[in-house]
């Protein structure tokens, strides 16, 4: 039982009396937490503004003993890859607390519905990391297939092409992704190294696989370049107002799959000003995520 899950969590604040004790067992744990009693929103936004305003990890930690038994549920879902419940749980337990410290009270959200995406998030990242030697899913529509392609097969054969353009179409990505995920989830595992017994030593994949991008500083800079694309893009995308957003996402983050980019004419016919009057506008905007970004890193 992983050491994490042995929380405990002394009284306070004057709503939150209760105690977690430390449990050697998945069940106990489970039932512990879900014994926790619930925040109301007055009480988790006192908390959280606490927090923010003293830092003060008493807080961070009522906040983060309430929701435990959200993370218990969400890890619940991911069983079917074959990993332990208590490390999808402490996985979880991490984007949570990552949550906790991001959450604004202020925004009018409850911190449920916050947590609920930091939490999937490490969950999978854990499951991508641990489910296969080698990673199944890299890109984002490939992340989208290898957690739905088991839910959206009828069964345990080989999809056929009506199955292929029904995922797809579900998923809204391309017939030729499907079948790749497919071939991934599929494929058996390879030995890294040969058995004692075998005379194949040259043909192992430890004889011809190389290292070179495993080197923790490359692999570092690009944890922090996919983080940046994706959730500081996100952020910093929320920075411009709806025009601005909109030319940015037409010109430079739409896929091949979407038409590829809009031309600042394009652009200019639909808003009803010149192609100049456009580019200006995209200028200012890139000047304001390249800032963002610099801030968010």
């Given at each position: ?22 449990v ?35 807080a ?16 619940r ?19 949570l607390?990552k ?13 449920v ?5 930091w ?23 490939q ?16 999809l ?6 029904r ?19 599929g494929?058996?595992d ?18 011809y ?25 996100a ?54 995520l ?8």
């Open positions: 039982m992983p050491s994490s899950l042995a929380l405990s969590a002394a009284p306070h604040t004057a709503g939150a009396l209760w105690a977690v004790p430390p050697g067992h998945i069940d106990a744990y489970i039932s512990a937490v879900n014994r926790l009693p619930i925040l109301s929103a007055e009480q988790e936004a006192a908390l959280a503004r606490r927090l923010r305003e003293t830092a003060d990890l008493d961070a930690r009522d906040l983060i003993t309430s929701h435990l038994r959200l993370v218990v549920s969400i890890a879902q991911y069983l079917g890859y074959g990993l332990p419940h208590a490390d999808l749980i402490q996985e979880g337990n991490v984007g607390m949550a906790v410290k991001r959450f604004d009270p202020d925004r009018g959200v409850r911190l519905s916050f947590a609920m995406h939490i999937k998030a490490e969950i999978h990242e854990y499951i991508l990391r641990n489910w296969r030697l080698v990673k199944v899913a890299t890109t984002k529509a992340r989208k297939l290898f957690f739905n392609l088991r839910s959206l097969k009828r069964d345990a054969h080989t056929g092409p009506d199955d292929v353009a995922i797809a179409s579900e998923l809204n990505v391309r017939p030729q992704d499907v079948v790749e995920m497919e071939t991934r989830l494929g058996a390879v030995a890294l190294e040969p058995g004692s017994d075998s005379d194949d030593e040259d043909y192992a994949p430890i004889a696989l190389r290292a070179e991008h495993s080197e923790p500083t490359q692999v570092l800079q690009a944890r922090e370049h996919d983080r940046l694309q994706g959730e500081g893009l952020q910093a995308l929320e920075q411009l107002d709806a025009r601005s957003r909109r030319i940015i996402e037409s010109r430079w983050l739409r896929d091949d799959a979407e038409g590829g980019a809009v031309t600042l004419q394009e652009l200019a016919d639909e808003y009803g000003v010149s192609a100049e009057r456009i580019r200006q506008i995209e200028v200012k905007a890139l000047k304001t390249k800032g963002a970004l610099a801030q968010y890193a």
